[in-house]
């Protein structure tokens, strides 16, 4: 996901945001698909999730900065 942001891969604006927000999601999903719902895996998975908002409103000034 950084190289797409880095590269700008998702595009511009709100329209990047909403498609770099979908790709945070689908990593914890995927997470715990493959994983179950128990274990470290998907306990580590929580820690992160946890720090979604920081590290998602990051990622999003760097899109938006692309514009």
């Known amino acids: 996901m950084k190289s797409k942001?880095?590269?700008g891969k998702y595009g511009k604006g709100s329209?990047?945001?909403s498609k770099l927000y979908e790709d945070f999601l689908?990593?914890?999903d995927n997470c715990?698909?493959?994983n179950g719902d128990t274990g470290e895996v998907i306990d580590e998975a929580s820690r992160l999730f946890?720090?979604?908002p920081t590290?998602?409103?990051l990622a999003v000034e760097e899109?938006?900065?692309q514009i």
């Open 50 to 52: 946890g720090m979604l």
């Open 15 to 17: 329209n990047a945001a």
């Open 32 to 34: 715990r698909e493959f």
């Open 63 to 65: 899109v938006m900065r």
């Open 26 to 28: 689908l990593v914890f």
């Open 5 to 7: 942001v880095d590269k």
């Open 55 to 57: 590290t998602f409103a």
